[in-house]
């Protein structure tokens, strides 16, 4: 028996009979299930971006470690390197980036901050990435 049927009334004219019980719920079922389906996406967007944000930065700071522990180099040729790779690299993906570097006698530390571009509403994420290694030394006869 087909789902919809043709009868007639009283007075001639045709009707359609629905005989399906499960009639609109396509509708409600696209109504919760797409909002759930876009959000769950834009989660998985934000975990993403929040893994290839932390790889920038730990490449932004082993970079600045290169640099600043180098054979007469200082903490803010470090600092500047990270800085400049962070431009470079990740220049709209990386907000408000914070580089330190220090250089002590045996030791470099180079930290990179920053916040984490957020395609989730009303989300704030950061990154913090620390490089540390020692510092060069001239080994003369």
Known sequence: MPLWPVTRTLRGRARLVCRDPDRGFATLE?????????VLTMLVIQYVMLWHARNIAEAAAQNGLRVARGYQATGPQGQASASDY????????????????????TTVIV???????????????????????????????
């Open 30 to 38: 696209a109504v919760i299930v797409i909002p759930v389906a876009v």
């Open 86 to 105: 962070l431009r470079t690299v990740a220049a709209h993906m990386l907000d408000h980036p914070r580089v330190t570097a220090d250089r002590g006698a």
């Open 111 to 141: 930290t990179v901050h920053a916040t984490v571009i957020s395609v989730i509403p009303f989300g704030s994420f950061s990154v913090t990435e620390t490089a540390t290694g020692p510092v060069e030394k001239f080994a003369g006869r």
